[in-house]
Each structure stands twice: as C-alpha cells, then as structure tokens.
C-alpha cells in the first residue's frame, strides 16, 4: 500500500467505478463493474503524473506477458489493454475477491497442506513463464492473488525480464528485499530461472512459517540487516510441529545460496512440493504447465509423480516408465551435499509396490494408478474345463457328465457347523477359565475413592491492559513517497510474565487502508515503529495484552496530536 492518496479513477467507455482496491509506486487498482459481459474487474491504472518512459515502457511489458501467459489457470487473466481520455493506461484483468497472501500470512495460520498445493499450483505458473521465455523477479506472498473458486493466481509481471538477459538486470527497478535470492544484489545483480525458484521457495516458507525467511522476532529487520542474512546466514528451519523434514529439505535446496546448487526448475521445486504431500498421505496437486515444446521427461522417483503434472500435447505414460531407467534404481541424490537425504518411505508408500495391477483407470483426465494388492504364489489355481474329467482318466466323457452319477459320493460334507461349535466351546471355555482363576488367586480390591468430575473451575482472569499508551510521530512524510511513521509507546500492566506480548494496529481502518489495521505482535519491547495511514484525519492507534495461554484484554487507545 503506497503512502500517498490515491488517484481519481478514469472514466472508462463501458466500465462503471466502484471502489479503490490499493495503491502502488506507479499504478493504483480500482474495482470497476463492467457492463457487457456484466462482471466485476480489477482495472490498474498508471498514474497520469509518471512520465518516467521506461515505466510506462514496463506497463506494456506487463500487459504483454500476462496477455500470453493469462490462460494458465493459475495466472490472473487479462481481458483488455487500453488507453483512457486522460491519457492514462490501463489493464483490464481478473477480479479476485479474496484477500492475497500477503494478507493472508501475516494474520492466520496457513496450514502446511495449503502452503503445499499453493506452491505446486505456482510452480507450474512460474515454469510454464520461463519456458515461454519470462522471468517474473518479484514472485512474493502478496503477487499471488485468490479467486472466487479459492485458486491461487499469480500477478504483477511488471519487472519481468527475457530469460535470455539473465545477467542484464536493471538495478533501478524496486524488487522485494525479504524474498530475494542473493544473486540480485551482486555487483553486477544477476538473475536466470533459479532465482524465481528461490523466490518462490521463499513465498512457501512464509506462508508456513509466518513470516518472511530471515526476519528474526524481537530483533532489527531493516533492509541492510536482511540482505546481510540472505547473503551470509543459513536459512533458519521451519520449527511448527507439523512440519516434516522433508518440507525443510526441498526448502533448503531451492534457497541455497549458490544457484547452481539450487533445483534448476520450477518444476522440479514442484516436485520436490509434491514428493512432500506424498510422504505427509496428502493429495498430490495437479501441476499444469503449457509449453508447445512437448512434455518433459521424467526418469526415476518423478515419474510417480509425472501423472500429477499436466504438460501440453503429453497423452499418454509409458506404463514402465515408473520402474525408472536401470530397472527401478533410484539416480543419484545430486542435492546430498546440500540438504542431507532422508530415508525412503517406500514400505508405506502405494508406489514402493511393484506387484502388478491396473496402470490406469478409463475416462478423461489424468490417468491415476490403483497398485493392486500383492498375492501369494499360488494362492489361486484357474484349470480349463474338463480338467476334472481328464484327470479321473476318462477324457471322453463331456464335462458336466463325468462323475454325474457319483454326485452324493463327491460331494465334501459341510464342516461349518463343526467349525461354529468348536468356536464356541473353546469361547466357554476360556471365560470359564478366567472366572475360576480369579475367583481362586485373586484377591478382592478396595473400592477406589472417586471424585466429582464436573467441578465449576475458577474462571480465568483476563491479562491487565497495557498503562500510558501514547502516539508520536518520528519521522514526517516527505516527497518521493516516503511515509510517516509513528512510535506507539505503552508500559506493561500489572502481572505481566515473560510469555505475555501485546498486539498493536490502526484503529477504524476505512476499506484500502487493511495494511494498517492488521494487528501486529509485539514480544519483548513496549513500543514499536508502524507507517502512519496517509490521507486521514483522527488516527488512533490501539493496543491491548496477549497471555501466553491466548487471552487477550480490552484494546487500549491513543491518537495522534493535532488530528
């Protein structure tokens, strides 16, 4: 959300405004209602004020590439590209209702299997980019919106460059600190596809883990203290309880600081995503790429995974493919060095089977294997017909004949009813047994003393409100877009212990202003440092206590002098 007050939206032939839906460094996104067909749109406008030609030059970029990518199913859609009567251009594109990831990481918690299928729906967006020839550079929480079918869309290929000008990036364009590789800010900054791969590795680890990869709570997160980690520190495990390892060594791989130790695709990240659904007994996502080229070919482990990945023009599956090249040996683990390899889940695993079975199941859409289970050898004995008749020495005799006269001497008496009284007996037998043992060794035990099991408990006194909470400003607005930010001051209640923290946020946020009214957690500190929302007047910030146990107290208020 940019600090300064929004542009007025255009009129627009065909299109009725409806409301704002955010603010950027050089475009604002307006909520227009468009009347044939009749449906709601995202329209993002360029402001008339840039006259920068290389911005308006990556404003067309951007419709072309999302205009040739837009029918992936996990990229936003773009509908028209225009110029309106005041000389602004516009994007016509998809209208996502729901709150985007940047949204979303920083206020709930994303379950592991949704950060899963997120990344592998991504995966083949971003994979189906770069072999089109597009680099994204800003892959980030925020950039993947949500559509009305809760879809996940990638957006926002304005910094997009060509593939083939990896080592050509332009070091004026603003790219997103917290999930950059440390390739971009080399001298010279490089990028190639294995820097959207750890970019989007790092969007997956935020939405697990919260918060952004080398963000440290309690500590200093400037931009120079987050470059120095991306740079120089190991990536910090994901520690949730849910999490498996596996997760943490796809992770580790695909944001390794040297690329070429990195997954060298998106779609191998993808798999990497996939292979940890496997493990975790989840669903395995569909990955769709579109590529006229043909599909990629997959040896080894991946092949179990080919039939979950949607490539244009693939039509069938090798039915052996799934043994793997050398007769079902595994390739060499060329990321050993960088991530330790974990043990095979091959015995809980359907794939780990290689008894035989149907390869597929009929009818449109993916094939999906079904193993069927093993079986003994000769469990089951299939003879032809007349085998009975041939083995008695009598082939002449058809079948069915053979044997007919002898039929109440043939046929085996039923042992069912022996069986249901043999069963039984030994069940009386038994209980009659551990009667007689108890009765006889088994001394008698007191009667145990009980208690009342629905005892009222005493309630739980919520945590105290935070005292002398205050609003200042430190450092005002100034041009170029920089924001004012205030310091929110308070001091601890009484009873305050080592676990409790305290939430903070803008109070009243009007619709666009979301940003400021997430409640941010504070542990450690009575202050903390927030953007002032621009464009308003009466601005309250509001504070409140969270016990360890998750009670929280009564939100207390300040406002901001002079509002």
Request: proline share 10%.
């Amino acid at each position: 959300m940019s600090s300064r007050p929004p542009s007025a939206p255009p009129q627009l032939p065909g299109y009725e405004h409806e409301q704002l839906l955010g603010s950027g460094g050089f475009a604002d996104v307006f909520l227009y209602r468009q009347f044939r067909p009749r449906r709601q749109v995202a329209i993002k406008v360029l402001l008339a004020t840039v006259l920068d030609e290389s911005v308006r030059r990556q404003f067309d970029v951007e419709a072309d590439v999302m205009a040739q990518l837009s029918t992936h199913p996990s990229i936003v859609t773009i509908h028209q590209a225009e110029v309106s009567g005041d000389h602004r251009p516009y994007l016509v594109m998809e209208y996502c209702p729901r709150p985007n990831y940047g949204v979303r990481f920083r206020r709930q918690r994303i379950t592991v299997a949704e950060a899963l299928r997120v990344g592998v729906q991504i995966a083949g967006a971003v994979e189906t980019a770069h072999r089109a020839g597009i680099l994204h550079r800003d892959l980030k929480p925020a950039n993947i919106l949500v559509t009305e079918y809760n879809r996940p869309a990638l957006t926002d290929f304005g910094i997009s460059i060509a593939t083939g000008q990896g080592h050509e990036v332009d070091t004026s364009q603003v790219m997103s600190i917290p999930w950059s590789p440390p390739e971009f800010f080399a001298d010279p900054p490089r990028a190639d596809v294995r820097s959207d791969v750890f970019s989007l590795a790092a969007t997956v680890y935020s939405l697990v883990a919260g918060q952004t990869p080398f963000e440290l709570r309690g500590q200093r997160n400037t931009a120079a203290d987050l470059l120095h980690r991306i740079d120089s520190e190991p990536l910090r495990p994901l520690i949730r309880p849910d999490v498996p390892l596996e997760l943490n060594r796809v992770l580790s791989i695909a944001m390794a600081k040297d690329p070429s130790s990195r997954y060298d695709t998106a779609l191998a990240l993808g798999r990497g995503l996939q292979r940890v659904e496997r493990a975790l007994s989840l669903p395995v996502t569909q990955m769709d790429v579109l590529d006229e080229r043909g599909p990629h070919t997959a040896h080894g482990d991946d092949d179990e995974l080919e039939m979950h990945t949607r490539i244009r023009k693939v039509v069938t599956v090798e039915p052996d493919a799934r043994h793997g090249a050398e007769g079902g040996r595994r390739p060499p683990d060329r990321y050993a060095g960088i991530a330790p390899a974990l043990e095979p889940h091959a015995a809980s695993s359907p794939s780990s089977s290689s008894s035989p079975g149907p390869a597929s199941s009929p009818g449109p859409g993916p094939a999906t294997r079904h193993p069927a289970p093993p079986l003994s050898q000769g469990a089951t004995v299939l003879r032809p017909a007349g085998a009975l008749a041939q083995a008695s020495g009598n082939p002449a005799v058809p079948p069915g004949v053979a044997g007919a006269e002898k039929d109440e001497e043939q046929r085996p008496t039923a042992m069912w009813p022996y069986v249901v009284l043999a069963a039984v007996l030994l069940i009386a037998l038994g209980v009659g047994t551990t009667l007689g043992v108890r009765h006889v060794f088994v001394e008698e035990q007191p009667e145990l003393e009980t208690t009342d099991i629905n005892v009222a408990q005493a309630p739980v006194e919520p945590p105290g409100e935070p005292t002398a909470v205050s609003v200042q400003i430190v450092s005002p607005e100034a041009a170029g877009g920089v924001r004012a930010r205030a310091q929110i001051a308070w001091e601890n209640p009484q009873g305050f212990s080592e676990g409790d923290s305290f939430q903070v946020r803008w109070k009243d946020m009007p619709e666009g202003y979301e940003e400021y009214g997430a409640p941010e957690s504070v542990t450690g500190r009575s202050s903390t440092v927030r953007s002032v929302p621009p464009g308003l007047t009466g601005r309250c910030a509001e504070v409140r206590t969270v016990a360890a146990g998750g009670d929280a107290s009564e939100w207390v208020e300040a406002c901001l002098e002079g509002d």
